[in-house]
């Protein structure tokens, strides 16, 4: 070990658990090599350079423009996507419903239709992501689609409206927009929703009726290489909800923090909304 440099594993060749069936196909190398480099973009040069074997990307830009090195073109370096079949992450921003802002669920609802994810990814992520549909997607223990079934509608019937109907019949959807930032069908329906929370347009402003105290909140993000391709979409992400000609009304403001000031304001929930990414657990079992 070299702190801060190097860090190389070897296998133990007395491992007692690796004959196990639940250890089938895994560790299959002697020796693994791991180089630390200071940013992403440094690893990316020294991967070019042939300095290391085996380089996982996950910056949408860098994957749709940058490989196009020697070693890509003459087959040295082989650039592939491949399916694994396990729980995929989510990035997107999470709401602390302990703010009276976020406290109805048709207000979160709302900002999530006037997300525009369909002009996002085409214009910053190349068209490569597919939105999320389950907190398990793309795995068997996704549930998108499915209705509930007589079992989990038991276990569910001492929490009458718990779970929406559209949820148990397995009809619900994310919100699909037109793709041109500037969806104006989708506008109308959040506005809508917005006014079943108890909000109206005032003046140009979206206000809460009985107190008339503006829809603001804050989205926090901490500056980190894991979250700098969301963030760097952040304000855009943000400003999209108050752009003409679908403007409705709400002020949303983008702050970026190092993490210790970010992890400090999260602590003690004072955090609006925030930057959010998040790795799925591996399934119960395989089949």
Known sequence: MQ??????????PDYWAQDLPVQ?????????????????????EAFKAGLCDFRQETDAGRWISSYDFPA?????????????GLPKGTEGFAFNTRRSIFADVRAREALGMMFDFEWINANFYGGLYRRSRSFFDDSELASAGRPADAGE?????????????????????????????????MAQRALALLGEAGYAIKDGVLVERTSSRPFAFEND?????????????????????????CTLGLNAVALSAPFPSHAWRALRTCVDSGVHRSFRPLPTHRT
């Not at 702190?3 to 133990?12: A, C």
């Not at 500056?223 to 304000?235: E, G, I, K, P, Y």
């Open 72 to 84: 890509v073109r003459d087959g040295r370096t082989v650039k592939e996507s491949l399916p694994y």
């Open 153 to 185: 509608r038991a276990l569910l019937a001492a929490f009458p409206g718990a779970v929406r109907d559209d949820i148990l019949e397995g009809r619900w959807e994310p919100p699909i927009t037109d793709g041109s930032g500037r969806d104006r069908t």
């Open 24 to 44: 089938r196909g895994l560790f299959n190398f002697d020796e693994i090599e791991i180089d630390y480099y200071r940013d992403a973009d440094s690893s990316f």
């Open 221 to 245: 993000g901490h500056v980190s290489l894991a979250a700098r391709t969301c963030l760097a979409s952040n304000d855009w992400m943000l400003s999209s909800l108050n752009r003409p000609p």
């Open 3 to 12: 702190p801060g440099k190097r860090l190389i594993l070897r296998r133990n």
